[in-house]
């Protein structure tokens, strides 16, 4: 399994409504230099939903290239529905990408069955790329049971799973059953402690946007067996954590990135600015981080 540690879900800088290759070349460079795990362009945190696939292709491609061999690079291809996601999928691996992050495909609530299929059928079109599951409840409006991971672990190419569930009863349970065969990253900042501590490798990352060695050196911290360091480390980062949720991410993170002259604070509908309030309770939060301009 290629992807462990902590991997940074990349925001897409737009300017004047076009993505900013130089700002987001910019900002995986940033993550290279702080030492960051891994990369994973086109998730939830880069609006992967509002780009075209030309944008697509071009945005897996400027990572690979700014990665050139460091770290490797994970690909958000997921949609909602299967052919659509084998066609991000050909186009990651012709970008150069060495994995696939693949969710379950929002707004259709397939039956356990047929997530099944869905990630079978994108597993057997790219056998030379792995996939990491992205189970995200959340925003997909169903949660892939443990059962159905289970049967997903006996295809070769299928390493890991990325839980986003919020549910560390969940995660535990899906550690338990298939912790042998796929690997467990946690999708939520303020669950990887304990997720490293149930047996996970890592974390794919909002947070190490901003904080990109702070989050390296928890997870190094737990996974090293330091668990005094580890447990002091998320309980100081634990308020941040909960505020890259104020609203709707990645309006936090961009908003931070922003602040910090790293990218405009630009989104693409139906996202848009943060509302006035949670977006200055935000800022405060961040100065008080010690991360300013």
Sequence with gaps: MTFSGVLTALVTPFRNGAVDEAAFRSLVRRQLDAGIDGLVPCGTTGEAATLSPAEHGAVIRWTVEEAAGRVPVLAGVGSNDTQTTLDNAARAREAGAQGLLVTAPYYNKPTQEGLYRHFRAVASAEPGLELCIYDVPGRTGVRIAPETLARLAEVESITCVKDATADLAHAAEVQRRVGDRLALLSGDDFTTFPH???????????????????????????????????????????PFFSSLFLQTNPLPVKTGLAHLGLCAEEFRLPLCPMDAGPRAAFLTGLSELGLQP
């Excluded at 909002?206 to 390296?216: D, Y």
């Excluded at 190094?220 to 580890?230: C, D, I, K, N, Q």
């Design 196 to 238: 490293v501590m149930i047996g996970g490798v890592g974390a794919i990352s909002v947070a190490s946007n901003l904080m990109p060695a702070r989050m390296v050196a928890l997870v190094a911290a737990a996974r090293a067996g330091r668990v005094g360091e580890a447990q002091a480390e998320n309980a100081a980062l634990q």
